[in-house]
């Protein structure tokens, strides 16, 4: 009614009410209302009173049969029509009953003008939790003997017990008022998402954030839903304590109870320090602080009869505290232990055990198949006293399987243990089916790209600890991965921490020089980059047209391809164009830095994951009469220790290595420097090859340099490299993102 003009509105008699409650009431209380010859009481609405009237005729029915009134007056809401006119209705609140009525059933005619709910458990469920409240604040409610039947059971009281026992843990759960049998499906429905349980005597259990929900997820996680329906006790493997532990104290809406021997496994476990386990005497003064705590983890493993993984950062001394451990089992009477490492590192176990305990006696199973006959007919008539440690590659146990499925060791221990993060590899199966009493896994990168890398070392370590890989992926995997479930995520974290041990350099060698980091951006000459924007066009034009005919997923080979071509590009044209007349600008600014290093007497070690490249370099090399070592894949395998040993000992200025010959097992403190002359995606494997230098018995500051074409594709790498963090970052540590990850857009962006 607006401001500017005079205004007339005509109200029907019968429409008074309702405009009296939603308007004249609002505009007299803020004192806008003028009155003249009218009695507006007369329209105020007749107090409605509302009675409800509650039933259950059957055990999946439920009736309601609603009562209004006037006065005297009542009537059904389905027949207000018959309201005689002169009774002033109080419209609001007549709507108010409707809206909850309709809110919770449904308006069937069964004759009897009641309304009905039948057959849905959910609705009777979210009467009874939440509609009987709003009824009672509307009016009265009547409830039938049937009806008061229905109840909704508030959450049970759950009390959880183990008791360990010869390396097994017998777990009962105890629900208040709820059979086992009816535990199991109760659970199902914590899983499928339900609100509430309907149970066998019809009554309602409300699901919520409970105990009954930590049951849940724990049986979950164990795969024993089913076991929770029998009578005995469910019997889990004693690695499974550490995770019991850390889920139920959590939880407190569970009380958790747990016997002595339990408790002693748990604390053995978190406080392996101040464990008993005394350092074998020839490494008591040998062995760092934090690698006594290592040994001491490795020892309280063993005891309970656990595997673990020993994942510390290279350059730690992984391979030394193993060795201790292995001399006390000496000295404990203990049987043989199984070696199985790269072929490269055979020859660097057996040293450096001759070196840290001679007492041990090894034998390398290496050379030729009639070398390696004549060991194992020595060692399979050996008795008690004999041969302590057998060390042979992951290569030449696939090809003597035979022999060692014949034996049972203490111990068996993979070396960069990487190898087998296929589990359908052959060396992944072989290491799996040589029986030992006890198994470590030693990698500083237990997983590089996903986490059925991660599964198959502890397939290898505790067989069925991360049950099987179509349960794992299906549990884990494919909800951390694809949907980001930080709940599934904590929980894996939570069962594989105990059994992982990580340490880095700066947190536990403080004494240890500083390692510096530098990117060095080189420009193209100008013929490369012609060549560069060149290749670069025609790569993709060709992708566009496989994406096209192949699809995205087909083309993944086709794209590592094209790849690789532009990198190699980017390291010097020649790697490509035979007929190519001139030096990469890469290798001319390396081959200058490398001769500034000469010159202040700091010794070089260059890693390319291109052989072909390390060749160009070694004709610069020669062509400039500076010394060098050169060490590749085809390098035989005792040849490489000797070149490492003259490295360190003579004035060479620098050594190339390949980085897949040469990320693991060499010692080469003697370099200040290390040169990545081609990085890519794995930054671990370049951490790796730096560790070759970085590491106990360093002196001086480290410095890393990574040369990187600039405006290429190799920056891209270096730019997606610090965006992208890989998925070990939150179960154990940094890691790089890779590739088969990217998307379609994010790839072709780095072309």
């Given at each position: 009614m607006g401001q500017d003009a005079e205004?007339?509105?005509?109200?029907?008699?019968?429409?008074?009410?309702?405009?009296?409650?939603?308007v004249l009431k609002k505009l007299d209380m803020l004192k806008l209302l003028e009155v003249r010859d009218l009695d507006l009481e007369s329209f105020?609405?007749?107090?409605?009173?509302?009675?409800f009237y509650f039933d259950s005729p059957g055990p999946r029915e439920v009736t309601l049969r609603p009562e209004l009134s006037y006065g005297d007056f009542s009537f059904h809401p389905l027949e207000d029509e018959n309201v005689p006119r002169e009774i002033c209705r109080d419209v609001p609140g007549e709507f108010r009953v409707s809206q909850v009525i309709t809110r919770y059933f449904k308006y069937t005619e069964d004759g009897t003008r009641n309304l009905v709910i039948r057959n849905d458990d959910?609705?009777?469920?979210?009467?009874?939790?939440?509609?009987?409240?709003?009824?009672?604040?509307?009016?009265?409610?009547?409830?039938?003997?049937?009806f008061k039947k229905f109840r909704v059971l508030p959450p049970a009281d759950v009390s959880v017990r183990v008791k360990a026992e010869d390396r097994w843990l017998d777990l009962e759960v105890e629900t208040d008022g709820i059979s086992r049998e009816e535990l199991s499906a109760i659970l199902a429905e914590y899983d499928a998402g339900k609100k509430f349980y309907r149970m066998k005597n019809g009554?309602?259990?409300?699901?919520?954030?409970?105990?009954?929900?930590?049951v849940s997820r724990l049986a979950r996680s164990l795969g024993v839903e089913k076991e929770l329906a029998g009578p005995a006790p469910i019997r889990l493997p004693m690695y499974r304590a550490m995770f019991l532990d850390g889920m139920l104290k959590e939880d407190r809406s569970v009380s958790f109870y747990r016997d002595q021997l339990f408790k002693a496994v748990v604390r053995g476990m978190k406080d392996v320090e101040d464990s008993e386990f005394e350092i074998p005497e020839p490494f008591a003064?040998?062995?760092?602080?934090?690698?006594?705590?290592?040994?001491?983890?490795?020892?309280?493993?063993?005891?309970?009869?656990?595997?673990?993984?020993?994942?510390?950062?290279?350059?730690?001394?992984?391979?030394?505290?193993i060795i201790a451990l292995l001399l006390d089992e000496k000295r404990q009477g203990g049987g043989r232990t199984l070696i199985v490492c790269p072929a490269s590192l055979v020859y660097n176990w057996e040293n450096e055990i001759a070196r840290f305990a001679p007492e041990l006696s090894v034998a390398a199973a290496a050379g030729s198949q009639g070398e390696r006959e004549q060991l194992f007919e020595r060692l399979s008539a050996e008795k008690d006293g004999g041969t302590d440690v057998v060390i042979t590659s992951y290569d030449l146990l696939k090809r003597d399987l035979a022999f060692y499925r014949s034996m049972d060791f203490r111990y068996q221990i993979i070396d960069e243990a990487q190898y087998i993060k296929n589990a359908a590899t052959q060396a992944s199966r072989a290491v799996k089916s040589v029986s030992a009493r006890t198994r470590f896994a030693l990698t500083g990168t237990p997983m590089e790209n996903h986490l059925g890398e991660l599964w198959s070392i502890f397939d290898f370590l505790m067989p069925g600890y991360l049950y099987t890989y179509s349960y794992f992926k299906k549990q884990y995997e494919q909800p951390i991965v694809k949907e980001n479930d930080m709940g599934m995520l904590k929980e894996l974290k939570r069962m594989v921490e105990p059994f992982i041990l990580w340490r880095v350099k700066k947190d536990v060698l403080k004494e240890l020089p500083e390692k510096v980091e530098n990117t060095m951006l080189i420009e193209l000459d100008e013929e490369t980059r012609k060549l560069y924007m060149a290749n670069v066009s025609l790569i993709r034009d060709d992708l566009n047209k496989s994406f096209k005919e192949k699809g995205f997923a087909n083309s993944k080979i086709m794209i590592l391809s094209m790849l690789t071509r532009l990198r190699q590009l980017c390291c010097d044209p020649r790697l490509l164009y035979e007929n190519y007349n001139g030096i990469g600008a890469k290798i001319s600014a390396c081959m200058e830095f490398i001769e500034s290093c000469r010159e202040s007497g700091k010794k070089v070690l260059l890693f390319s994951q291109f052989t072909?490249?390390?060749?160009?370099?070694?004709?610069?090399?020669?062509?400039?009469?500076?010394?060098?070592?050169?060490l590749k894949g085809s390098t035989p395998k005792l040849q490489r220790q000797q070149l490492v040993n003259s490295f360190n000992s003579d004035d060479t200025p620098i050594f190339l290595i390949s980085l897949k010959a040469g990320g693991t097992g060499l010692n080469l403190t003697s370099a200040e420097v290390v040169i990545h002359f081609d990085p890519w995606w794995n930054v671990s494997a370049q951490n790796q090859a730096t560790d070759r230098a970085y590491r106990i018995g360093q002196h001086n500051n480290v410095q890393v340099v990574k040369l990187i074409a600039k405006d290429t594709i190799e920056e891209k790498i270096m730019q997606l490299q610090s965006l992208k963090q890989d998925l070990s970052d939150s179960i154990i540590h940094n890691n790089e993102g890779i590739i088969t990850s990217m998307s379609k857009e994010e790839l072709m962006n780095l072309f």
């Open positions: 205004r007339e509105i005509f109200i029907n008699d019968r429409d008074m009410p309702l405009f009296y409650e939603r105020r609405p007749k107090e409605l009173k509302c009675s959910e609705a009777v469920y979210r009467l009874i939790s939440g509609g009987m409240g709003q009824f009672m604040e509307l009016g009265e409610i009547f409830l039938s003997e049937s009554d309602f259990l409300a699901l919520g954030d409970d105990g009954l929900l930590t003064a040998v062995l760092r602080g934090y690698q006594k705590t290592g040994y001491r983890w490795l020892k309280s493993l063993d005891a309970y009869g656990f595997g673990g993984i020993l994942a510390d950062e290279m350059g730690l001394g992984k391979t030394i505290q072909s490249l390390l060749s160009l370099l070694e004709k610069e090399l020669i062509r400039q009469d500076i010394p060098y070592y050169l």
